[in-house]
């Protein structure tokens, strides 16, 4: 059987399962993976205001840094290690804070569909209060 899925309809069920995965199975490894790819459809539609974008240009002006550094060194290492591997260049083991990937990356995401056309997908405002919910509990050290 054959569907008609649109773009933004795909992104939007990517980010639904990404925040469902993060929250009710905490699994941050698909979460990141599946809201990157969402971020990326509607990013590449927004173009210069899309948020990854505004993140690389806020960047590259306060550090100076050339904008493919930035790119994949910093906004999308996880993302891009979770996804790709060239074993001549990249190792088998790296680190990194999954959950504050994963919160990131679907963050990003719901910035973009926001800008795009104003909506959040079903399960956007349970991740905003699971956000809020997580930051009440969490102590600064500073």
Request: proline letters at 4%.
């Amino acid at each position: 059987m054959t569907h008609v899925v649109g773009k933004v309809e795909a992104a939007s069920h990517q980010l639904d399962w990404a925040i469902r995965l993060l929250i009710d199975y905490g699994a941050p490894i698909p979460a990141i993976t599946l809201a990157g790819a969402a971020e990326e459809i509607i990013g590449k539609a927004l173009g210069d205001i899309s948020a990854h974008e505004m993140l690389v240009q806020s960047f590259i002006e306060s550090h100076d840094l050339e904008r493919k550094i930035v790119s994949r060194h910093h906004l999308n290492k996880a993302r891009n290690w979770l996804k790709h591997w060239t074993p001549s260049e990249e190792p088998e083991y790296e680190s990194f804070d999954l959950l504050n990937e994963a919160i990131q990356g679907i963050a990003r995401g719901l910035s973009n569909l926001l800008k795009y056309n104003q909506s959040l997908p079903s399960e956007g405002l349970r991740f905003i209060e699971w956000i809020k919910n997580l930051t009440d509990h969490y102590e600064s050290p500073y």
